[in-house]
């Protein structure tokens, strides 16, 4: 019996399973123990051993020790059980178990798990191993164990042998072959019905031949032959173990010979045991003889069908239920572009096109339940390199016994092709059937010899017949026009007789009187011998084709009046520019007649200037024919004509098209404007000019400066831009009149316009005020160029009616770049600086500096000019200290910060900030800085010297760029007692930027001196620090911004970080300031700052205080 365990994985079942082994290993160890007892000491026949070797088959190893323990126990009780306690059956046991385990183990390397007594092959090998071998090896075991005791070796040996054969030839293929289930599918099938009633006949025919007949084995081995030929498997080996088991009860206890049976009985059928021992050859022989003429038709079956497979042209495929390819011949290979190898590993699924795969799946699945024997269907698939193929195809199923589907047989033809041409036959009727629909063409067929015509629908509605009506002859004459029918007979005469295609054009007259014109053109169809079977050919509706070549034909002669009688030249060209038409106008004006100029080259009749340049330009027609945009320039051309003439015109061109859209030539429009351009030409200089100046004007001014904005945002150029007032013009205009006032401009725009550069611009912006326009100039040149012109204003002298009066100018300039590009902002620019030369005393030509916006804007609050010299003429002023030292050393002054502030009386008192804000409104910080340097160099030099006190004072921008402060400057230096290694100069960034070239020199000659060099107004513009490399800073401050928000902004503290770690890298030390709290001080201390100033080093004070101090600093 073949036990299983019913869940592997479940411990439980397990246990069951072997429980339920060991159960029947004892009932079985009893059985066969109880047979012993009258025959030997060991049993006749032994069942345990064959059913715990079937159990370990089954059976997972890592169990095998549990089962091979309990079943060793049961088989040790059943002795027990007998015989009482006992030693003699535990080695016998032993040997029962090592006998189980490595027939087990020999039995599952050599037979297949599943089904293990498959084939006569694998029957042979349990045979070997499990009948013959392990018996063998276990006989010897035991008889060996036995035979000191127990008697004769050989007789022990054979007895052991041949009852653990039999138990292993009667019983372990029936636990080889049982599966789970057997029962339930064996009552569905009726298998288990029949196997009871032959079993009972079985064991009664055995029992009867024992007990009755002579050589009873004969008979029985007939029975048990019919149950094998009879039954399956499974089935024949149940009833041969149980026949074995009647057998073996029957010999041991003597009842299968019957001593008292008749003589006549014996004598009678004493020779039935040689009918029987014939019966069992010739049935086997006619068995054999059968099964091989099965095995050879279906060898034959099976090789017609690999055949017929392999080498069919179609492709064939066997499938399983799944969709899994299992074979593919070589033409469906070749057909899906897969090798063999790799189509096996996919599915039809797989390489059917989604669209095609619900149809298929849905006719597959009715084959599958039986409901269709068989399919067919066109559907695609798709190849390996991803093309779409048509294929036919034919499936069928192939069953078993019990009609349950074992694989599918497909036929796959390639139809691709076919598919192919039917769809190309398909697009080629429906574009005939739509060409000949969309044309209005009508089709016909004449079969000369049964007189026969067939018309389509169109034919019918051409000639306005009914659709009932039959074709004919006569009713196709009826139609035509009489004044057309006898041409018509003879052309058609004509065309049969040569046997030649015609083509007719006629009139038809309907029912309703309308007249219409058909093309009829047909082919003939001959025979062999030349006679013409079938006319085939197409009718035409040309009436509206008719009416649009009339229509055309009156248009045409209302175009060529048109164009003889417009006032405009008119030239057509073809494709290659060659004249193919000229009007009047044309002809006039270029000189050339049409006669001459038709099939000329346009470039020879046509020749055209640009009036702004003079230079001959390329024809409009080529612009238009190679469809390329024509130049700005061409907007103004001028046309020599061949007598001399010259035209200013104005040009339109176009192209000639077909209606595919295909250029074929094009149309030149020209028209004389030279009146109303010269008219233009005078309106428009007169609009950018002012009239009393002959300059241009504010509208002609803001163009120019619009365009100098544009290039130098594209090129990168600098330019200037000024506006300039004329001082005591109005005196000259009250006081001599209007008419003076006129003429003094007039003088003077022709004075300024001489004066400056062709490429430079002078205009006049109203009244007295003038705007200056300087391209690609620097500011540094401009300013020469501009204070030049101010001083030739001033010396001009203006004589009017024996009377000279003399006049000024002030200017303000400012500079035109790429970062500052706005036209508003530029013009607000220059104004603020011309208002800044003006109220600065006159004469004066002032650079735009960016505060002085702001400070004119509070010019009201702050003193005058002349209160600015005031002070300055009577040194009221006095200089303030602000000590710079190391943020950790307060007491160790590095260097003193000087700072002016005016000395307050009864009739002035100014802040700081106002004294100086004024001073660089007026342009007097270098009046202001030459006191300060007065003061320091010559006035308290020996005192400053003598105490040992290092300086530093701030240079504006003004004074630097002033050639006598420099001078001045270095004429203190040398004279002074303070040595030059105690000076330190604070200079702004972005005047080292933008002045280098004039005042890098100068600087230069400072640090040559000793002087100390510091960089102020120093904010984040790294890039700015790169550019000045070539100059060795001692010292960069902070901008006070910077480090306002220092100990709360922290992006504030990384900014100020990153440059003072780039300043130490290039070797410059760092100053900030004003650190009027405890918290900046501690801040920029922890950031590494090399000096700091403000409160909280140490309080401002007056130099005087310091000097006259017996120690150098105060805190």
Not at 21 to 29: D, F, K, P, Q, T
Not at 48 to 57: E, G, K, N, S
Not at 310 to 316: C, V, W
Not at 985 to 1011: K, P, V
């Amino acid at each position: 019996m073949r036990i299983r365990a019913i869940a592997r994985n479940h411990s439980y079942n397990v246990l069951l399973n072997i429980a339920l082994i060991s159960g029947l290993v004892y009932l079985l160890a009893l059985f066969c123990i109880q047979l012993s007892e009258t025959s030997s000491n060991l049993a006749p026949l032994w069942f345990p051993t064959a059913i715990l070797m079937v159990a370990l088959f089954h059976l997972r190893l890592r169990y095998w020790p549990l089962q091979l323990l309990v079943a060793g126990a049961a088989i040790i009780l059943a002795n027990m059980t007998l015989y009482g306690p006992s030693w003699f059956s535990v080695p016998l046991t032993l040997i029962n178990l090592v006998e189980s385990t490595v027939g087990a183990w020999l039995l599952r390397r050599l037979l297949m798990p599943k089904d293990p007594l498959h084939s006569l092959f694998s029957w042979l090998k349990f045979v070997l191993t499990a009948v013959l071998l392990i018996p063998m090896l276990s006989g010897f075991a035991a008889a060996f164990y036995l035979a000191p005791e127990h008697g004769d070796l050989d007789q022990l040996f054979t007895l052991w042998f041949m009852s653990e054969s039999i138990g292993m030839l009667a019983l372990a293929p029936v636990g080889l072959l049982y599966q789970q289930g057997y029962f339930n599918s064996s009552l569905r099938s009726q298998t288990l019905f029949e196997m009871i009633w032959m079993l009972i006949l079985s064991l009664i025919c055995c029992y009867l031949a024992l007990t009755y007949l002579p050589f009873p084995f004969t008979f029985i081995v007939m029975a048990l032959i019919w149950v094998a030929i009879r039954l399956p498997r499974l089935e024949a080996f149940i009833i041969c173990c149980l026949s074995t088991v009647l057998i073996a009860l029957m010999m041991n206890f003597n009842l299968f010979t019957n001593q008292e049976s008749s003589q006549l009985f014996i004598q009678a059928f004493a020779f039935i045991p040689l009918l029987l021992v014939l019966v069992p050859p010739h049935a086997m022989s006619m068995v054999m003889h059968a099964f091989r003429t099965e095995k050879d038709h279906i060898i034959e079956s099976e090789n017609r069908f690999r055949n017929a497979m392999e080498y069919s042209a179609i492709g064939m495929a066997l499938v399983s239920p799944e969709g899994k390819w299992i074979q593919v011949n070589k033409a469906l290979c070749n057909l899906l572009g897969y090798s063999q190898e790799k189509l096996l590993n996919l599915t039809f699924q797989e390489i059917t096109y989604p669209e095609d795969l619900t149809a298929d799946l849905k006719l597959l699945e009715d084959l599958f339940d039986g409901v269709i024997p068989s399919y067919t269907m066109e559907k695609r698939y798709i190849r390996s390199d991803g093309e779409v193929v048509w294929a036919l195809l034919v499936v069928s199923v192939v069953r078993d016994h019990e009609q349950r589907p074992l694989y599918f047989i497909s036929q796959v033809e390639d139809i691709n092709d076919l598919k192919k041409t039917e769809m190309v036959n398909r697009r080629l009727m429906e574009r005939i059937t739509l060409a000949n629909e969309a044309g209005g063409v009508g089709i016909w067929e004449w079969d000369l010899k049964e007189n026969a015509i067939s018309w389509d629908k169109r034919m019918f509605e051409l000639y306005d017949l009914p659709p009932n009506t039959i074709p004919s002859v006569e009713a196709w004459r009826e139609r035509i026009h009489p004044d057309d029918l006898a041409r018509i007979d003879r052309e058609f005469a004509t065309a049969l007789t040569h046997r030649q295609p015609y083509r007719l054009e006629y009139r038809i007259v309907s029912r309703s009187g309308q007249i219409s014109h058909i093309r009829n053109q047909a082919n003939m169809i001959c025979d062999s011998r030349g006679d013409i079977l079938r006319l085939i050919g197409t009718a035409l509706d040309l009436t509206e084709v008719k009416s649009l070549t009339e229509a055309l034909h009156e248009e045409k002669e209302r175009l060529h009046i048109t164009l003889d009688s417009i006032g405009e030249a008119v030239i057509s060209t073809d494709r290659e520019m060659h004249i193919t038409f000229m009007n009047p106008v044309a002809e006039k004006m270029t000189g050339w007649a049409n006669t001459i100029a038709l099939g000329q080259p346009i470039d020879q009749i046509i020749h055209l200037i640009d009036s702004s340049t003079g230079l001959t330009v390329e024809n409009p027609v080529w612009y238009c024919l190679n469809e390329v945009s024509p130049p700005q320039s061409n907007l103004s051309l001028i046309l020599h004509s061949r007598d001399g003439e010259r035209y200013d015109i104005k040009d339109s061109v176009a192209p000639l098209k077909t209606l595919e859209g295909e250029t074929v030539g094009a149309v030149l429009v020209f028209q004389d404007v030279s009146e109303s351009r010269e008219i233009m030409r005078k309106l428009s200089y007169s609009a950018s000019h002012d009239n009393l100046t002959s300059l241009p004007n504010r509208a002609n001014f803001e163009y120019q400066l619009k365009n100098a904005i544009q290039k130098s945002i594209e090129h990168n150029q600098q330019h200037v831009l000024g506006f300039l007032d004329l001082d005591r013009f109005k005196a000259v205009n009250d006081t001599a009149g209007h008419a003076a006032g006129d003429a003094l401009l007039k003088e003077l725009s022709a004075l300024m316009r001489k004066y400056l550069r062709a490429s430079d611009c002078v205009a006049r912006l109203g009244g007295d005020e003038f705007g200056l326009l300087l391209q690609n100039c620097s500011v540094t040149r401009a300013k020469t160029v501009v204070r030049g012109m101010v001083s030739l204003i001033n010396d001009y002298p203006f004589c009017w009616e024996g009377k000279q009066y003399r006049i000024g100018a002030s200017a303000g300039i400012t500079q035109i770049n790429s970062q500052n590009c706005k036209r508003s902002e530029l013009m607000e620019q220059a104004d603020i600086a011309c208002y800044t030369a003006k109220h600065s005393g006159r004469g004066q030509v002032y650079l735009y500096q960016p505060r002085q916006k702001q400070l004119l804007a509070r010019q009201h609050e702050l003193p005058s000019k002349d209160e600015i010299l005031h002070i300055l003429e009577d040194n009221q002023l006095e200089l303030l200290a602000t000590a710079a030292a190391p943020p950790l050393r307060p007491n160790d002054v590095a260097f003193y910060q000087m700072i002016p502030s005016v000395i307050p009386n009864d009739k002035l008192a100014v802040s700081q900030d106002d004294f100086l804000s004024a001073s660089l409104l007026y342009g007097l910080r270098p009046a202001m800085e030459k006191w300060i340097c007065h003061q320091l160099l010559c006035i308290q030099g020996e005192n400053i010297q003598s105490k040992a006190l290092k300086v530093a004072v701030a240079l504006s921008e003004e004074s630097l760029q002033e050639e006598s402060f420099r001078h001045f400057l270095l004429d203190s230096l040398q004279q002074s007692a303070i040595p030059a290694s105690d000076l330190h100069w604070f200079i702004q960034e972005s005047t080292l930027l933008r002045h280098s070239s004039t005042i890098d020199n100068f600087i230069a000659r400072l640090q040559m001196l000793g002087c100390k060099l510091i960089l102020t107004d120093f904010s984040a513009n790294m890039n700015g620090f790169s550019r000045l490399t070539h100059l060795k800073m001692d010292y960069l401050k902070l901008d006070a911004g910077l480090i306002a928000n220092i100990h709360t902004d922290q992006m504030d503290e990384v900014m100020v970080s990153i440059i003072n770690g780039t300043a130490h890298r290039a070797g410059v030390k760092t100053l900030a300031g004003p650190a009027d709290q405890l918290t900046i001080l501690n801040k920029l201390c922890h950031i590494g700052v090399d000096l700091v100033d403000g409160d909280s080093i140490a309080r401002t004070e007056r130099l005087t205080d310091i000097l006259d101090c017996g120690y150098l600093s105060n805190k």
